[in-house]
């Protein structure tokens, strides 16, 4: 059926010719169109001093516009985290990627703080469709190894999202740094909707009613199951202090890291700032195993934030390098783990609402506390801020990971 069909949510009575593509092909672009629009979100990371500098922006203002995309997101989760499950995956991916591409062209093109944020607000709103959409595919797809739809899951989301700082800063070096990234972003992710378009989809796993169909897509109350809310809200802790540590990571880091090395160049910027993320996705690759995966991750974190103000002091950046990775690789494990658990125990057919009402509070974590942080810089400057935010961050992580432990440590009934 076509992507106009899937939309309707009416019985398709004549088929159309389409590319039956592999299992591999499906795997292939649930993951890239997902990492795809993480990459385009987090472009601006290592440009963000530029991007303050040519708009005259405060450290307050670079915040709400980087947490207009995190609460759009949201919000999107809370509206439109079941829609794949009645439209299909490939529709909602479809959509996804246009609301993307509204949202790179906005934010390419913005001369005021407004339209960063309208323009991030887009994007994040394409992120929320797509969050869902693709990790059910992923699990559509992979019925019998749900532990591999969950690592995958995780492993485009940490990945894309540590890529875009990286391929940010490298692309910055060419003409018009604030402007070409996202050119070249549009092209990739327009070049996606080709595969998208042409694929022979799969029915959606909820038909909507025949009579009044839209009335499946209403906003919905998020709701978990009561068996699994214990592993829900232990995903979701662990989700939020991990995307504080994330935010913070890909908006006012940059600016702090850049003080600490002593560099102004946006490469080597958007590497530290991609690190904490990428050593999460690396630890994707090779999990460690047993039944204490997630206290010691989450010990990892505690140590890895802990170490930051004090590389900050003695200037060492080995000691910021080594920080930020620790910090990845613990919430890489801890919060797999969870994920993974929420994942297994969940209805296949609850599973893209579930999964989103988990990035619901997971990315209030990128929110809420970095909007908190800028707004404490600008009182109290941004060293003296960050070392508080790191602080209070390793202080929860370290709890967690002791309630984990004795959780982890009962026998079995």
Known sequence: MSVVDELRMRPVTVRRRAWDASLAVRLALAITVISTLLIGANLATPLYPLIQAELGLTSFAVTIAFSSYVLALVGGLVLAGHWSDHLGRRAALVLAVVLGLLGASLFAAATSLPMLAAGRALQGGAVALATGASAAALRDLLPTRPEWASRFTLLASAGGVAAGPVIGGLLSLLPAPTRTPFVVYLVVLAALLVPLLLLDARPAIRAAASVRPLSALRPRRPAVARDVRRAFWTAATVGFLSFAVF???????????????????????????????????????????????????????????????VAAQTGSVTLLVLACVVAGLGQGMAFRVVFNEVSLAVDPAQHAQTVSAVYVITYLGSALPVLGLGAAAGHWGLEASVTVFALLVCSACALLAVASLVVRGRPAR
Do not use: D, E, H, K
């Open 247 to 309: 935010g913070f990571s890909l908006s006012l880091a940059p600016t702090w890291f850049a003080s600490i090395v002593g560099t102004t160049s946006r490469p080597v910027i958007g590497v530290l700032a991609a690190l904490v993320l990428a050593s999460s996705a690396v630890s994707q690759l090779l999990p460690p195993q047993g039944r204490f995966v997630a206290p010691v991750g989450l010990a990892s974190m505690a140590l890895g934030v802990g170490l930051l103000p």
